[in-house]
Nanobody, 119 residues
Framework: QVRLVESGGGLVQPGGSLRLSCVASGSIFSINSMGWYRQAPGKQRELVAI???????NYEDFAKGRFTISRDNAKKTVYLRMNNLKPEDTAVYFC?????????????WGQGTLVTVSS
């Protein structure tokens, strides 16, 4: 069984910063891509950024220049550094990880962490 635990969300003023973390645990042989998604109230879940096993990154346009995704393979952890946050960044942020386990390869979702940007 694979589990993801996210942390780092909270209330921040516009222009502020947060760093989200997502730690994977369980019977994991290896981890391929790791990504962050978000879902704002009344909207569909959307991709924020993704990072491959060898460190290649891809960002949605709204995240470019403000957000940075990174990973620590030894710690099975993916991070999302968010700078210059805006009220429209308010959402529940989810991590998604592609894992290889003894029973096969599949994607796993975290439970989400709430980010609220408000003055």
């Amino acid at each position: 069984q694979v589990r993801l635990v996210e942390s780092g969300g909270g209330l921040v003023q516009p222009g502020g910063s947060l760093r989200l973390s997502c730690v994977a645990s369980g019977s994991i042989f290896s981890i391929n891509s790791m990504g962050w998604y978000r879902q704002a109230p009344g909207k569909q879940r959307e991709l924020v950024a993704i990072i491959t096993r060898d460190g290649r990154t891809n960002y949605e346009d709204f995240a470019k220049g403000r957000f940075t995704i990174s990973r620590d393979n030894a710690k099975k952890t993916v991070y999302l550094r968010m700078n210059n946050l805006k009220p429209e960044d308010t959402a529940v942020y989810f991590c998604n990880v592609d894992v290889v386990t003894p029973t096969g390869s599949f994607g796993v979702w975290g439970q989400g962490t709430l980010v609220t940007v408000s003055s």
